[in-house]
């Protein structure tokens, strides 16, 4: 089965930059999707196709993906960013999730 | 404005079938798009259960191994997921998403979810 694999926490500091990774046995080769979640409440898209910011995200955010890495930025984090975000990508026609990576601004 | 529900129980005991419905409302369900399952345990992260793809065709997580199918009723606009022999490992929010149809394209669209919990 295909996993990828995500940091559980990240801290950063308000207006500093947050990067979240998600790794993956040649995940740049797929398309990578990005997912905000906080507590409560149902996940909301930030990412997706790598680089494309769904109507509505922010700026700040941002994505990419090369090699076995796909990063999503936060730049300028500010305390609403505070929550769980979640890669995803497909393989074979399967959905697979990351674990979630927890981001705390501090 | 795209809206889904989630209903069904929300108590199934162990070795039975969970059963719930997407109701889908201001979008066509035979319009396009791919039509998800998706869950996640109590604290933990997402899993991708299986969906219903634009092709006509549904895919499925190996990983629930032939528990798992996902109907599409046209006529009611509607989806809805059948997992059987469910254990307490299979008690989670589930969500019912809907996804675009091009590749990497992600869900644009989630249900509130619904908490299913396996008991006696």
């Known amino acids: 089965s295909y996993d990828l694999t995500q940091p559980p926490s990240v801290s950063v500091s308000p207006g500093q930059t947050a990067s979240i990774t998600c790794s993956g046995d040649?995940?740049?080769?797929?398309?990578a999707c990005w997912y905000q979640q906080k507590p409560g409440q149902s996940p909301v898209l930030v990412m997706y196709?790598?680089?494309k910011r769904p109507s509505g995200i922010p700026e700040r955010f941002s994505g990419s993906n090369s090699g076995n890495t796909a990063t999503l930025t936060i730049s300028g984090t500010q305390a609403v960013d505070e929550a769980d975000y979640y890669c995803q990508a497909w393989d074979s026609n399967t959905g697979v999730f990351g674990a979630g990576t927890k981001v705390t601004v501090l | 404005q795209v809206q889904l529900q989630e209903s069904g129980p929300g108590l199934v005991k162990p070795s039975e079938t969970l059963s719930l419905t997407c109701a889908v409302s201001?979008?066509?369900?035979?319009?396009?798009?791919?039509w998800d399952w998706i869950r996640q345990p109590p604290g933990k992260g997402l899993e991708w259960i299986g969906g219903?793809?634009?092709?006509?065709?549904?895919y499925y997580n190996p990983s629930l191994k032939g528990r798992v199918t996902i109907s599409v009723d046209t006529s009611k606009n509607l989806f809805s997921l059948k997992l059987t022999s469910v254990t307490a490992a299979d008690t989670a929010v589930y969500y019912c998403a809907r996804r675009g149809a091009a590749a990497g394209t992600g869900v644009d669209y989630w249900g509130q979810g619904t908490l299913v919990t396996v008991s006696s």
């Open positions: 201001g979008y066509s369900i035979s319009s396009g798009y791919c």
């Open positions: 196709q790598d680089n």
């Open positions: 040649k995940l740049g080769d797929k398309y």
């Open positions: 219903f793809f634009r092709s006509g065709n549904t």
